[in-house]
């Protein structure tokens, strides 16, 4: 069984269009994450949610709306694609854990999805 | 200043050798997590290792290992025996700060990657 999903795992789409990329996680953690990879291999956060709820909103533009119906899924939505939002998007999940001043936790990434706008 | 630094763009190791890759890291925090992924050519990220700062031996699994110099700032991967299957981008990547209600913030910082070939 795949730990983490996404759908599709390529998407090729005019400019200006609105696209969704699905994310679902199956190892029950709690905290689900969007990172951005560019054409240079650059990886960068882009949100992540903790139990539905948003905690990092890392400066990315207001056409990117993320949206969890439930803690096994989040979802990437995108308005008005442009030229530049061509990348690889991952999703990834962790469970972290916080005992005694040590903590662990690890992210378990999806497939990817590759973006391409024309 | 950068938070992760991979200064080997690309390397070329010949099988069977061992083959270190480099990190450094810069953070004030004294909880931070250090993690290897690896991404072929097929595209996905792999967890390999995870070193914590307060761990206080090296991490190893299986044939990967984590040299963590802490006063130096260094978190090296280390390959040994290495396959042509290793050949693909590493990415050294730092988690910093963890616990109490801050759940849901440990976002992965990641360096810029280094290319492995094995060559046969």
């Known amino acids: 069984d795949t730990a983490v999903s996404q759908t599709p795992k390529y998407l090729v789409t005019q400019m200006g269009n609105d696209k969704s990329i699905k994310c679902e996680q199956n190892?029950?953690?709690?905290?689900m994450y969007w990172y951005k990879q560019d054409s240079k291999k650059f990886l960068k956060i882009m949100f992540s949610?903790?139990?539905?709820?948003?905690?990092i909103n890392e400066t990315v533009p207001n056409r990117f709306s993320p949206k969890s119906p439930d803690k096994a899924h989040l979802n990437l939505h995108i308005n008005s694609l442009e030229l530049g939002d061509s990348a690889v998007y991952f999703c990834a999940s962790s469970q972290a854990t916080w005992a005694g001043g040590a903590g662990t936790d690890t992210q378990y990434f999806g497939p990817g999805t590759r973006l391409t706008v024309l | 200043a950068q938070k992760i630094t991979q200064t080997q763009p690309g390397m070329f190791v010949q099988e069977k050798e061992a083959v270190t890759l480099d990190c450094t890291y810069d953070?004030?925090?004294?909880?931070?997590?250090l993690f290897w992924y690896k991404q072929p050519s097929s595209g996905e990220m792999i967890f390999l290792i995870y070193?914590?700062?307060?761990?206080?031996q090296n991490a190893t699994e299986g044939r990967y290992s984590l040299n963590f110099q802490k006063a130096r700032k260094s978190a090296n991967l280390v390959i040994s025996a290495s396959q042509l299957g290793d050949s693909a981008m590493y990415f050294c990547?730092?988690?910093?700060?963890?616990?109490?209600?801050?759940?849901?913030?440990?976002?992965?910082?990641f360096g810029t990657g280094t290319r492995l070939t094995i060559i046969p």
């Open positions: 990547a730092m988690r910093e700060g963890l616990g109490g209600a801050n759940f849901g913030n440990e976002k992965l910082t």
């Open positions: 953070t004030s925090d004294p909880s931070y997590g």
């Open positions: 190892l029950g953690h709690d905290t």
């Open positions: 070193q914590g700062s307060y761990d206080q």
């Open positions: 949610y903790n139990n539905k709820e948003l905690i």
